[in-house]
C-alpha cells in the first residue's frame, strides 16, 4: 500500500483499490484503469467546397473512427502548402486538401482529400432600372432625363421603359405594377426592388456586388420570327432558384410626351413644349420571350462553373414599327423577384458574357 497524490496518474491498465483516510475516517473505492484506444483512421469535412478565393474560405472539422473530435489538433495541406482553418488561397484554383494527425507514437493519419474550387468572378454586374411612364404622365420626362445621365456615366446601368398608355402599352404594365407596388408615375425601380431617387449615388451599390453568374445573348431574325439564345454561366453556385426573363425593346418610337416642366427653367425639358410634339421614346418594353416573373432555371444548371442555355422564338409584335430598332434584354431574378445580373444586345447582335 503506497500513499499516492490526487491527481494521480496511474502508469499502468488494471484495477486499483484506492482508500482515502481522515482521522478514524476512511472510504475505498476501486479505479479501473484501461488502455486509450489509438483511432485507426481520420475523415475529414468542409463546409463548402467552392467560395470566391479573394474573400472567402473553406472551413474543415477532423473527426477519428472512434467519435472524436481532432479538428484543432490537425495539420491541413493542398498544393499551395500548409493552410491554416478556415483556409484561404492566394489565387483562384483547384486545390486538394487533406489533414494529418500525429498520434501518440509519432505516426500519423492521413485524411481523404476534398477538392476545394476558390472561384475567381468572370461577370460584370450590371443593373437595370424599369421606368414605369406613359406619354400622359408630364413628370416622366424627368425620370428620362435622369436615366441618361446615369448611363452616360456607366454602362452598366440598363434601362427599361414600361409603358402604361395607349400609344405604346406593355401588356404586363399593370400586374408588374401591382406586383412591385408601383403607385403612382413616374416610378423607377432599381432591379425590381428599391425605388430609384434618380440620383447615380444610390446605384454604386448595386454595381459594385459581385453576382454569382453573367449573360450572353445571340439573336437573329428570319421574316418575321426572332430567334433568340441565352446563356447562364455561374462562377458560383446559387443556394436559391432561379428564373430568367427576356424582353424585347423598341428604340426610336415616336410619340406627343406630356410636359410639366415646359415653365421650368432648371429643368432640361425648359422651354421644349407642353406636350413636347415628336418626343423619341427609346427602350420601349414590348414583350417578353418568357414569363414576365421569369422561366425556372434547373438547379442542375447552377452549380459552379454551370451553363445554362435557353432558346426562344418570337413572331415579330404587330405593335412593332422598325425591326431595325430592336434589342433584347435578359436578367436572372431571385426567388424575391430580385434581378441578379443583366445583359443587352441589340436583335442580330452576338453578344458574349462579359
Not at 446601368?157 to 408601383?182: C, K, R, S, W
Request: overall charge negative.
Amino acid at each position: 500500500m503506497a500513499v499516492i497524490s490526487n491527481p494521480y496518474t496511474f502508469n499502468t491498465v488494471g484495477s486499483y483499490n484506492v482508500t482515502a483516510t481522515s482521522g478514524s475516517l476512511t472510504n475505498s473505492t476501486t479505479i479501473t484503469v484501461e488502455e486509450v484506444p489509438t483511432p485507426s483512421s481520420i475523415t475529414m469535412t468542409t463546409n463548402t467546397n467552392a467560395f470566391w478565393y479573394d474573400t472567402e474560405g473553406a472551413t474543415f472539422v477532423v473527426t477519428d473512427n472512434l467519435g472524436n473530435n481532432l479538428t484543432g489538433l490537425a495539420t491541413y495541406t493542398a498544393e499551395s502548402g500548409t493552410l491554416n482553418n478556415p483556409a484561404t488561397f492566394s489565387s483562384a484554383g483547384v486545390y486538394n486538401a487533406y489533414a494529418t494527425y500525429t498520434l501518440p507514437d509519432g505516426s500519423t493519419l492521413t485524411s481523404n482529400t476534398v477538392e476545394l474550387n476558390a472561384v475567381a468572378s468572370t461577370h460584370t454586374t450590371k443593373v437595370m432600372i424599369e421606368d414605369y411612364t406613359g406619354t400622359w404622365c408630364g413628370y416622366c420626362p424627368r425620370v428620362a432625363s435622369a436615366l441618361e445621365d446615369a448611363v452616360n456615366q456607366n454602362g452598366n446601368i440598363i434601362p427599361v421603359a414600361i409603358h402604361d398608355d395607349n400609344q405604346m402599352l406593355f401588356p404586363y404594365a399593370n400586374q408588374m405594377e401591382n406586383t412591385f407596388g408601383v403607385n403612382g408615375f413616374p416610378t423607377a425601380k432599381i432591379n425590381r426592388t428599391s425605388t430609384w431617387n434618380e440620383n447615380f449615388n444610390q446605384l454604386t451599390a448595386y454595381i459594385n456586388t459581385r453576382q454569382n453568374m453573367g449573360l450572353a445573348i445571340n439573336s437573329s431574325l428570319s421574316g418575321n420570327t426572332i430567334s433568340a439564345e441565352v446563356k447562364v454561366h455561374y462562377d458560383l453556385k446559387v443556394n436559391s432558384q432561379n428564373r430568367i426573363v427576356v424582353y424585347l425593346l423598341e428604340n426610336g418610337l415616336v410619340y406627343n410626351q406630356v410636359n410639366y416642366y415646359n415653365g421650368d427653367s432648371s429643368s432640361p425639358w425648359y422651354q421644349t413644349g407642353n406636350p413636347i410634339v415628336g418626343f423619341v421614346h427609346d427602350l420601349v418594353a414590348r414583350t417578353v420571350f418568357t414569363d414576365v416573373f421569369g422561366d425556372a432555371i434547373p438547379a442542375a444548371n447552377t452549380e459552379t462553373g454551370s451553363t445554362y442555355t435557353a432558346n426562344y422564338t418570337l413572331t415579330v409584335p404587330g405593335s412593332v414599327q422598325n425591326t431595325d430598332n430592336l434589342e433584347l434584354v435578359a436578367f436572372v431574378v431571385g426567388p424575391d423577384n430580385k434581378a441578379l445580373n443583366i445583359q443587352k444586345a441589340d436583335l442580330g447582335e452576338n453578344k458574349d458574357f462579359d
